[in-house]
């Protein structure tokens, strides 16, 4: 039995996070897959860092720390990045999706662009349940190699992605701290001081 629909998105962080996603997608991101069926895939040839960046003061959530109240300047996020080595590799899952869907994904990863990972997943077997596979990449101008001065990582995003792969299967969240870069700088616990964030956004984060 096929998932239902055509189309996949490759989930390598928040969209691991079944209900962040469902805000996103209105539905369980296991929908449509047949009743236990393993959804865990992975990602060969690319890595996996906190190399994408926003501009904390200027997007369309600003967050503010807990501890005075001060504004960072730039909240890091998860990114991955094509490197084409066979050694190198992302965990996480795979969800079957409507183009109206990806529609609701696009605005969600604002500051990433769709990339064509079909013949990078694996296991085959699984990607070749749909007609693509997709993912998300941060945009060349969201796409830091060094963390800016003033940056940070929110705890909520970090412990929600971490949280996320624990649930997802065993030896999955031990694999992801693995095939994950360090966190450059400090996590912080921080709260939403402004936004305007599109209906289905994650607002913890």
């Known amino acids: 039995m096929s998932p239902e629909g055509r189309l996949a998105v490759f989930g390598y962080a928040s969209l691991v996070d079944a209900s962040s996603a469902a ?18 895939a992975e990602l060969v040839g690319w890595q996996r860092s906190w190399s994408q960046a926003r501009d904390n003061r200027r997007c369309e ?20 990045e ?9 965990n ?9 869907e990806l529609t609701r994904l696009d605005v969600r990863e604002v500051r990433y662009d769709r990339v064509d990972v079909t013949a990078e997943i694996r296991p085959h077997s699984l990607a070749g349940e749909f007609d693509a596979v997709i993912t998300y990449e941060a945009k060349p101008e ?6 800016p001065a003033g ?32 966190q450059p700088v400090d996590l912080v616990d921080a709260h939403l001081v402004s936004d305007r964030i599109p209906e289905g956004n994650p607002r913890a984060w």
Request: hydrophobic share 40%.
């Open 82 to 90: 094509r490197t084409g080595s066979p050694h190198d590799l992302v």
């Open 23 to 40: 805000a996103t997608l209105g539905r369980e991101p296991a929908e449509g897959w047949p009743e236990g069926a393993a959804f865990a």
């Open 92 to 100: 996480g899952l795979l969800v079957p999706v409507s183009e109206e």
């Open 151 to 182: 940056s940070v990582i929110l705890r909520t995003y970090a412990e929600a992605v971490e949280s996320a792969f624990a649930r997802l299967g065993p030896g999955q969240r031990l694999e992801y701290l693995r095939t994950t870069d360090s």
């Open 142 to 147: 969201n796409l830091i190699v060094e963390p």
């Open 61 to 80: 959530k600003t967050f503010a720390l807990d501890r005075d109240g001060s504004v960072p300047d730039y909240v890091l996020g998860l990114n991955i």
